[in-house]
C-alpha cells in the first residue's frame, strides 16, 4: 500500500506543535487511515519524511454530534497516530 494512502495528513493545532517543539517529547499526531496498524504508519512516516521512528502511539477518535435539519447526526470516526522521532530526527511541517 502507498505511504501516502496510510498518513492522510498531519494534525496541526495548538497541542500538536507544542509536543513537536518540545525536545523531551518530539511526538508529532498524524490522521491516519483507520485500518493502519502500528507497523504500516511506521513504515509510512519513515519513507514519507525520512526520519526514523522510535514509538506509535494510535486512538481511534469518536464521531461529534451534529445538527442535521431537525434530527442530528455523527460525523465520522477516524484515526489518530501519535509518532515520537529519534531525538536527532524532526518533521518541519509543523
Known amino acids: 500500500m502507498d505511504p501516502r494512502e496510510i498518513v492522510i495528513r498531519p494534525l496541526v493545532t495548538e497541542k500538536g506543535t507544542a509536543t513537536s517543539s518540545d525536545p523531551a517529547r518530539r511526538a508529532y499526531p498524524f490522521e491516519v487511515q483507520a485500518t ?3 507497523v504500516q504508519i511506521r513504515k509510512a512516516v519513515e519513507q514519507i519524511y525520512k526520519v526514523r ?3 506509535v502511539r494510535t486512538a ?3 464521531g461529534k454530534p451534529r445538527r442535521a435539519g ?3 447526526t455523527t460525523t465520522s470516526e477516524w484515526k489518530k497516530a501519535v509518532v515520537k522521532l529519534h531525538p536527532d530526527d524532526h518533521i518541519d511541517v509543523f
Do not use: H, I, P, S
Request: glycine share 8%; net charge positive; aromatic share 0%.
Open 53 to 55: 521512528v522510535l514509538a
Open 60 to 62: 481511534t477518535m469518536a
Open 70 to 72: 431537525r434530527g442530528m
Open 36 to 38: 493502519a496498524n502500528k
